[in-house]
């Protein structure tokens, strides 16, 4: 049996990028007449190929636009490849955007439940493990008013809180880290070794490169969206601060 | 056959997804009102009574109990504009959502099938008042009036898929949707009775192709003539709702991996 968490083979990702969107058939048919449909294919990602194994902590460096968080949308399902396969054994919790199933409308405790069930979790661990998240957001007295009445921070409290609530066998982490104040920074970041230390794969996508080099211990280096290097943190690390 | 097991595997998965995001839009829509749900209820009842001022004082159609007529025609009616016309949207609606995380796109176009078909349900409550505030007969087969909603919702999920699929690529469609919504009300016997038109032969046809008119008149034998629908109606209704859902599901599947790229 080998012990590979993530597979990703070949994999290629365009986008059309027209200049402007076209949203009408009256646009569509005008752009059809001109023959200026299907020009500039994007490609945003090409020939990555790469294997993570169970337990590693993984991380992707690169500058803006290089296709990091592309990829982490490929492997969690959000995007469909143009070519190429993704291969995921076990369960994934992206964290790649905090709070992106709530309705503000709702109360925190409404949304507590409605983002369980965006994540797919079952409704009756969401009703034992309530107080837990609860208190971990530390937002008890705020529970039942409305979170359009919150502030940014507040918000990225309970949706890590529940996002993290389960054990996953893989966490995509998109420069998440960066929320909250710094106590709170400092508790999600505790949860976060705490499940690498429970055997949790972590792909982790970060502009902070002493984050990358405290967490991880493979690294990989993308650059206009190929694969520039991958292996070991220090010896890609280095090689990418040199550059 | 492993495929099929995986689909309904992810919809028991999501059923609770399905549950919560029903319960969100009831509680979206009534907020801050102060009858709350009881306007799924007073809602067509007023409209009932505008529709009848007008139709049986200056039009004069000869129906009897026109006031039940109109709003069981309605209530069916009113059930397929919302549920479509909310699935037209509903892809759009969820995008910040499915950028973020992965979820089965089609939950949202059924979704808002579900909602509008809970909403309908509690219209019913004005249909069964009317008839016994109007002490017009009661019919038992009125317990049966479920069987052609339930056709109905399959036919509406199946027009919402093809509908939320398009409306990604072209939004026109949005527009020019409201309109034939419109017209829609007078290509199917909602207002007017079916002797009425009984001359004009092209509008005949154009109801007779109409699906809305087979589940419309399959409710109204239930509801008003105590008669149950035969085989051929039921055949009718029914494979209007199984093509319709089998074409939306395939346009569906041909164009969901393309949303995200459009929203």
Not at chain 1, 78 to 99: F, Q, W
Not at chain 1, 176 to 181: K, Q, R, S
Not at chain 2, 99 to 106: H, M, T
Request: charged share 20%; with cysteine; hydrophobic share 50%.
């Amino acid at each position: 049996m080998d012990n590979r968490a993530v597979i990703v083979r070949d994999v290629e990702m365009h986008f059309n990028m027209s200049k402007e969107k076209i949203d009408s058939i009256k646009e569509y048919l005008i752009k059809f007449a001109k023959r200026q449909l299907f020009f500039e294919d994007f490609v945003a990602l090409k020939d990555v190929s790469l294997d993570i194994e169970k337990g590693d902590v993984f991380g992707i460096v690169g500058l803006n636009g290089s296709g990091k968080s592309t990829l982490l949308k490929v492997i969690s399902g959000i995007l469909k490849p143009t070519k190429g396969s993704v291969e995921i054994r076990g369960t994934v919790a992206p964290l790649i955007e905090l709070g992106a199933g709530f309705d503000m409308d709702l109360t925190a405790r409404e949304n507590i439940f409605l983002n369980g069930s965006v994540l797919g979790f079952p409704r009756q661990m969401m009703r034992d493990r309530f107080d837990e998240i609860v208190d971990f957001s530390e937002m008890r007295e705020f529970l039942d008013v409305p979170m359009k009445n919150y502030s940014s921070g507040m918000v990225a409290r309970v949706a890590f809180a529940v996002a993290t609530i389960t054990r996953p066998d893989i966490l995509i982490v998109d420069e998440i880290l960066a929320v909250g104040d710094f106590r709170f920074q400092e508790k999600c970041e505790r949860r976060i070794n705490e499940m690498m230390s429970g055997g949790t794969t972590v792909i982790i996508v970060s502009h902070s490169i002493e984050q990358i080099e405290r967490l991880c211990n493979r690294v990989m280096w993308l650059e206009r969206g190929h694969i520039k290097m991958i292996g070991d943190k220090d010896a890609v690390c280095n090689a990418y601060k040199e550059s | 056959m492993n495929r099929l097991k995986g689909y309904f595997n992810a919809l028991a998965k999501y059923r609770y997804l399905l549950e919560d995001l029903i319960s969100r839009d009831i509680k979206v829509k009534y907020r801050r009102s102060v009858l709350g749900l009881v306007w799924s209820v007073l809602n067509p009842l007023l409209m009932m009574m505008v529709i009848s001022a007008v139709f049986s004082h200056i039009f004069r159609f000869e129906v009897e109990n026109f006031p039940i007529y109109y709003l069981t025609g309605s209530t069916l009616y009113n059930f397929y504009s919302e549920s479509t016309s909310s699935a037209m949207t509903s892809m759009t609606g969820a995008g910040a959502l499915i950028k973020k995380v992965y979820i089965p796109k089609y939950i949202f176009p059924l979704e808002k099938a579900l909602f509008a078909f809970v909403n309908m349900l509690f219209s019913m409550i004005a249909v069964v008042l009317m008839i016994f505030i109007l002490r017009a007969p009661v019919h038992w087969t009125l317990l049966l009036s479920p069987i052609p909603m339930l056709y109905m919702l399959v036919f509406c999920i199946g027009i919402g898929l093809i509908l939320s699929a398009l409306s990604v690529f072209f939004r026109d469609l949005l527009h020019l949707y409201g309109v034939f919504l419109t017209a829609l009300v007078y290509m199917a016997p909602i207002i007017y009775p079916m002797e009425a038109i009984a001359g004009n032969k092209l509008l005949v046809t154009v109801v007779k192709c109409n699906p809305l008119y087979y589940y419309i008149d399959y409710f109204r034998q239930l509801v008003m003539k105590g008669t149950i629908p035969g085989l051929t109606e039921n055949l009718i209704c029914i494979g209007f709702a199984v093509v319709f859902l089998a074409l939306g599901l395939w346009v569906f599947k041909k164009c969901q991996d393309k949303f995200i790229l459009y929203i």
